[in-house]
C-alpha cells in the first residue's frame, strides 16, 4: 500500500520550506546580534527542520513511484529513511546545544532579551501555522516526523519569549543557556521516538503493537491448518505491512486449499492489517527448525522425483 501523496500536500511542504528557511535567516542574524544562544539554538534547530522538510518533499515524490522489477516493493521505504534522518539529525543537534549550553552557565554572555522576544514572536507564528498545516496531511511516519519538528519548534520558540521576558526583569543572563537545555531536552525527546520507530522498520522488525506469537495462533486457528512455521512479520513503509509464512495441511486438493488461503488471507487483513501476505502450504514438516531451508538435494518428493527446497 503506498502513501498517496495530494497536490495539498506537496503545497503544504513548499510554504513550510521556504517560512523555515526564511525564519533560519532572521533567528541566525538575530542571534548572533543579541548574544543569545537560545536564538542561535532554534537557528540550528528550524535549520534542521528545513531539511527535514526538503527530505520528506523527496520522500514523497520517491513513494508516489510505482514498483519495478529492481524495486519490487516501489519506494515505500524512502519516506521512512527520510524520517530516520531527520530524527537522528536532531539527536545530534541536541546534544551540541546542551554541551554549548552547559559551558555558558558556568560563562554567562549578556544577552539583548529584547530582541529575543520579539524574534521569538514571529517564530512562534509561523511554526505554529506550518505545524497546522503539517498535521492536516500527516499520513505517516515521514510527514509525522516533520510535523513533530515543528510543533516542538513551537513550544520552544515560546519557551524564549517567556526567558527572553525573565531576562528583561531579573538581568539574569543564566537564563538564556538553561533555556537551551530546555530546548535540548525537547529536540531530544520529539526525536528519539522517530528514531526507534523508523529503525525498527529498517531493520524489519516486527510492526510496533503486532505480536508475532499472537498472529500464528489466531492462524492455527483457521480450519484445516495444522501448523504455521517459519513465520516472518514486517513493515514495508510507515502505512504497510507483509508477512511471509509455511502452513501445513492435510493432503487435500488445490480446490480445497484455496479456501483455507482465502480465510487466511481474510484473518490477517482484518485482524492484523496485513494486506501483503505470502503464504506456503506444505503437507509435511520442514526438515530444518530455522529458516525452514535445507540444501535441495538433500530434500526429495512424491512429485515425480523432483528435488524440493523451502
Known sequence: ?????????????????????????????VGWRAHSLALVSEAGH??????????????????LRPANDLKTFGYQRAGVLAAFLNASTLVVLSLWIAVEAI??????VVVQPRLMMEVAAIGVLMNGIV???LWGVARDVNLRSAFLHMAGDTLSTAAVIAGGFAIHLTGQN?????????????????????VRETLN????????????????????????????HDLHVWSLGSQSRALACHVRIADIPPSESHCILLALQSLVRREFHIAHSTI???????????????????????????HHAH
Open 1 to 29: 500500500m503506498h502513501m498517496h501523496a495530494s497536490p495539498r500536500t506537496s503545497r503544504v511542504l513548499w510554504f513550510s520550506m521556504a517560512a523555515t528557511l526564511a525564519y533560519v535567516g532572521l533567528t541566525l542574524y
Open 131 to 133: 505545524a497546522a498545516l
Open 174 to 194: 543564566w537564563i538564556d543557556p538553561a533555556l537551551s537545555l530546555v530546548i535540548a531536552a525537547l529536540i531530544l525527546w520529539s526525536s528519539v521516538a522517530i
Open 103 to 108: 559551558h555558558r552557565i558556568g560563562s554567562p
Open 280 to 306: 506456503q502450504f506444505e503437507h509435511e514438516g520442514c526438515h530444518a527448525s530455522e529458516g525452514c531451508v535445507v540444501p535441495a538435494e538433500e530434500m526429495t518428493t512424491d512429485c515425480g522425483g523432483h
Open 201 to 228: 522498520i529498517l531493520l524489519e522488525g516486527a510492526p510496533s503493537g503486532l505480536a508475532v506469537a499472537q498472529i500464528r495462533s489466531r492462524m492455527q486457528r483457521v480450519e484445516g491448518v495444522l501448523d504455521v
Open 46 to 63: 528550524n535549520a534542521s527542520d528545513f531539511l527535514a522538510l526538503a527530505l520528506s518533499f523527496v520522500a514523497v515524490y520517491f513513494q
